[in-house]
């Protein structure tokens, strides 16, 4: 490989280490209509739940505190850690249950105690018998809705029948006598004696889908809720009718109940949460929670869980809400917020600070780096498709058409500025002293400068599609990959953007593109796999031949020194370069389950990344 004509250098490097140094995590993706399983652990005060590429345990004190498993083949839908703590059971799309420990070996493997196909379809709920022996799922299937076994071995330990159709919900009582109790979409909450356990009745109480039940801390009552606006509540030990709770507008998605048996939560869809005081024969609401001044469809409540002292409820909007019921009811004292679907881009900004991010479903973050922390981008559009960001400014891509600038100068980010493009924009990338900014639409390349569109390229003039874009780092140079292999440099004449110079070498669509921070320097990918480097003065190729990757390259960043850079690839893999050295390489596999999206230098040894898993990772590079 030809040595960087660039370097001052060309001795020889040992290869980078890299190692994950945080998890930002996703929370569930939604779907209206449907309730969201969130399973919380009191001793440890974590929640469980399946998310589009894993199973997230996550710490309710520290938002860092987090363990993402992600070995299941398909979507995981729910997941419940042990009464002990010591393990989890997770299941997914396809009816497949894994069992497995909470903390990883020494090589940071959860090694599986157990994998099973108990369903045909998709497994709806989890629970484990309190003496943390068996195992009950249940979901969808052909004939069988839900099953009962050993959570090591796998052996049935009884019957789950007597549905016609899909379970929603299942619960073990958590003291001995041992029952369980499903909830189902044909109406009807079953009762199950045993172990061995065997169906004892059906109860019709309800008039629509069965969407939860579970059994109270101290195993005397049970509840259940439904789409008929109904909460109903049994007898522990026979299942008999005890009351209703009676109050919500909308269908009811889930309940929960507090730690000494005293309280139910339960969450709407006509967006709010009521907490119900239960006297063991008829419930008081005595908070009731609302979640904005005028609520929208985000706003319904799809999943609530009571952890320890901590009630907390999850919106179809995606966000994580912290309820005070000792305020007698109101606004959440505190709400999270994280991405539920695959991560787009991701910039940096204030040193590192803060990140920036957007995902697919157009929700934009600001992220505080230390805590893992995030909100909403403050004037961010709903349906926001790109960010960049460079030093302390930030520019946003819009679907209605709109380029947006930032700044968090004073350590709040926030919207200043929106230009119109003309049509939905799906790319930007903005200069390091962030006065510049290029937009990338299906009708035209824009430059923005100064806070209006200083010249563009209509897209229907190009023999080329472009594909992807960047701008140098002061400004002046639009980089363009194009879809016939090439990647174009242009520059402003008037109020056109020309192009000035072809760099050729690619041999498939230039997936993506990135200037060296001393803007000497392009990277780009593309969808054969190949990252090249190319001079900008000559436009020569200074390295190619870096064929690593498995599947085509998504995404290019520049280290600060502008001699190493990372890419990312659907293949999964991060691979760090280095010009003074090309033959020297890192690659580390399975940083995002279903690829890697997006990559930021923090700093010369720091990156962070966004995939298809919905979470951003930061990862360490030594040096040394």
């Known amino acids: 490989l030809p040595v960087c004509a660039l370097c001052p250098s060309s001795r020889a490097q040992p290869s980078?280490?890299?190692?994950?140094?945080?998890?930002?995590?996703?929370?569930?993706?939604?779907?209206?209509?449907?309730?969201?399983?969130?399973?919380?652990?009191?001793?440890?005060?974590?929640?469980?739940?399946?998310?589009?590429?894993?199973?997230?345990?996550?710490?309710?004190?520290?938002?860092?505190?987090?363990?993402?498993?992600?070995?299941?083949?398909?979507?995981?839908?729910?997941?419940?850690?042990?009464?002990?703590?010591?393990?989890?059971?997770?299941?997914d799309v396809s009816g497949a249950v894994r069992v497995w420990p909470v903390k990883p070996n020494e090589d940071g493997e959860h090694l599986i105690k157990f994998e099973g196909q108990p369903l045909a379809a998709a497994i709806s709920d989890i629970r484990w018998s309190p003496d943390n022996q068996r195992v009950a799922v249940c979901g969808d299937g052909r004939e069988q809705f839900g099953?009962?076994?050993?959570?090591?071995?796998?052996?049935?330990?009884?019957?789950?029948?007597?549905?016609?159709?899909?379970?929603?919900?299942?619960?073990?009582?958590?003291?001995?006598?041992?029952?369980?109790?499903?909830?189902?979409?044909?109406?009807?909450?079953?009762?199950?004696?045993?172990?061995?356990?065997?169906?004892?009745?059906?109860i019709k109480e309800h008039d629509n889908f069965v969407n939860c039940v579970r059994y109270s801390p101290n195993g005397e009552f049970f509840v259940s809720v439904s789409n008929d606006k109904k909460a109903i509540v049994y007898e522990g030990k026979t299942g008999e009718k005890k009351g209703e709770l009676v109050g919500h507008r909308g269908t009811i998605y889930w309940a929960a109940w507090s730690p000494d048996s005293s309280m139910i939560a339960t969450c709407s869809a006509d967006k709010t949460v009521r907490v119900w005081k239960w006297s063991g024969e008829s419930g008081e609401s005595i908070a009731e929670f609302t979640f904005a001044e005028k609520p929208t469809a985000d706003h319904m409540q799809v999943s609530v869980a009571w952890v320890a002292d901590t009630l907390v409820s999850y919106s179809l909007g995606g966000q994580l809400s912290f309820l005070d019921v000792a305020s007698g009811g109101g606004s959440p004292v505190d709400t999270w917020f994280a991405h539920t679907t695959s991560v787009s881009a991701v910039g940096t900004i204030n040193g590192g600070a803060f990140f920036v991010s957007v995902d697919t479903n157009g929700k934009a973050l600001v992220w505080d780096a230390m805590t893992g922390r995030a909100k909403p981008v403050p004037g961010a559009p709903e349906l926001t498709?790109?960010?960049?960001?460079?030093?302390?400014?930030?520019?946003?891509?819009?679907?209605?058409?709109?380029?947006?600038?930032?700044?968090?100068?004073?350590?709040?980010?926030?919207?200043?500025?929106?230009?119109?493009?003309?049509?939905?924009?799906?790319?930007?990338?903005?200069?390091?002293?962030?006065?510049?900014?290029?937009?990338?639409?299906?009708?035209?390349?824009?430059?923005?400068?100064?806070?209006?569109?200083?010249?563009?390229?209509?897209?229907?003039?190009?023999?080329?599609?472009?594909?992807?874009?960047?701008?140098?780092?002061?400004?002046?140079?639009?980089?363009?990959?194009?879809?016939?292999?090439?990647?174009?440099?242009?520059?402003?004449?008037?109020?056109?953007?020309?192009?000035?110079?072809?760099?050729?070498?690619?041999r498939s669509d230039v997936s993506c593109v990135s200037f060296s921070p001393d803007g000497e320097k392009i990277a780009s990918g593309d969808g054969n796999r190949e990252v090249i480097a190319f001079s900008v003065a000559s436009g020569e190729r200074l390295v190619s031949g870096w064929v690593y990757h498995a599947s085509r390259i998504s995404c290019v960043a520049w280290a600060p020194d502008s001699d190493s850079l990372a890419s990312g690839s659907v293949d999964s893999y991060i691979i760090v370069w280095s010009l003074r050295n090309p033959k020297s390489n890192i690659r580390l596999q399975g940083t995002h389950r279903g690829g890697v999206q997006a990559l930021s230098w923090i700093n010369e040894s720091e990156i962070v990344s966004g995939g298809v898993d919905a979470a951003l990772k930061t990862w360490i590079v030594d040096r040394s």
Not at 177 to 183: L, W
Not at 423 to 439: C, K, L, P
């Open 385 to 506: 498709t790109s960010i960049a960001a460079a030093g302390t400014s930030f520019a946003i891509a819009s679907r209605n058409d709109a380029i947006l600038m930032g700044n968090s100068a004073d350590g709040e980010a926030k919207v200043h500025t929106s230009v119109s493009a003309g049509s939905a924009v799906h790319t930007v990338a903005i200069s390091a002293n962030g006065s510049s900014i290029a937009g990338l639409s299906s009708a035209a390349i824009v430059l923005v400068q100064n806070g209006q569109v200083a010249a563009s390229l209509n897209v229907q003039s190009c023999s080329w599609t472009p594909k992807s874009i960047a701008i140098s780092p002061d400004g002046t140079t639009v980089a363009v990959g194009a879809s016939d292999n090439n990647v174009y440099l242009l520059e402003a004449e008037g109020s056109s953007l020309a192009v000035k110079k072809t760099l050729s070498g690619h």
């Open 16 to 91: 980078m280490p890299l190692t994950k140094k945080h998890v930002y995590a996703p929370l569930p993706k939604t779907e209206r209509g449907k309730f969201v399983v969130i399973n919380g652990h009191t001793e440890s005060k974590y929640l469980a739940f399946g998310t589009q590429q894993g199973v997230v345990l996550r710490s309710l004190e520290d938002p860092l505190q987090v363990t993402l498993y992600q070995e299941h083949a398909k979507a995981a839908t729910a997941a419940c850690i042990s009464p002990s703590g010591g393990w989890v059971a997770s299941g």
């Open 147 to 202: 099953h009962v076994f050993m959570w090591d071995a796998g052996s049935s330990v009884g019957s789950i029948s007597g549905h016609s159709k899909k379970i929603n919900a299942i619960d073990f009582r958590p003291v001995r006598p041992f029952r369980i109790v499903t909830g189902s979409e044909d109406k009807q909450v079953n009762f199950f004696e045993g172990p061995p356990f065997k169906f004892k009745c059906s």
